[in-house]
């Protein structure tokens, strides 16, 4: 199902993607360890990409051993990835003006750097 950008699939193709079975998909929705994106007209449930990213994280730590408070917990935090600073940042953009491209480190890869003018492809 397509709203938009966004796909949605109903818990049984969830199910099929995830490898959890109906049940506890359901189960889980009711608790609050994933949620649906919404319901459809006739009240089925409906889940787009992130429930299902949520859905596949919560069965590995499952298969780690781990318990379902400590689950939810997990899940409930937020990802690493957005506390990272943005390369575009002020600080990466000082580092960038400062680096010296002849030093080793900093120089292009040969893969970089264009073929002289006069020599062939």
Same mark, same amino acid.
């Given at each position: 199902?397509?709203? /938009?950008?966004? =796909?949605?699939? &109903? +818990?049984g193709?969830?199910?099929?993607? =995830? %490898?959890? =079975?109906v049940?506890? +998909? *359901?189960?889980w929705?009711? +608790? %609050?360890?994933?949620h649906?994106?919404?319901?459809t &007209?006739? /009240?089925?449930?409906v889940? /787009? ?10 069965? @590995?730590?499952?298969?780690? %051993?781990?318990g379902? #408070? @400590? +689950? ?13 600073? *943005?390369? @575009? ?6 580092? !960038?003006?400062r $680096?010296d491209?002849?030093?080793? $480190? $900093? #120089?292009? !890869?040969?893969a970089?750097t264009?073929?002289? *003018?006069?020599?062939?492809?």
């Amino acid at each position: 199902m397509h709203v /938009g950008d966004d =796909t949605f699939w &109903s +818990i049984g193709e969830v199910s099929r993607k =995830t %490898g959890l =079975t109906v049940k506890l +998909i *359901r189960h889980w929705s009711d +608790i %609050g360890v994933v949620h649906p994106a919404r319901r459809t &007209s006739a /009240g089925y449930r409906v889940y /787009g990409t992130e429930a299902v990213a949520r859905l596949q994280l919560a069965r @590995t730590l499952r298969d780690l %051993g781990l318990g379902l #408070a @400590t +689950i939810r917990d997990v899940l409930e935090r937020e990802p690493p990835w957005r506390r990272w600073p *943005r390369p @575009t940042s002020m600080r990466w953009r000082r580092r !960038s003006a400062r $680096c010296d491209r002849s030093r080793p $480190c $900093c #120089a292009p !890869s040969p893969a970089e750097t264009p073929p002289p *003018r006069d020599s062939p492809p």
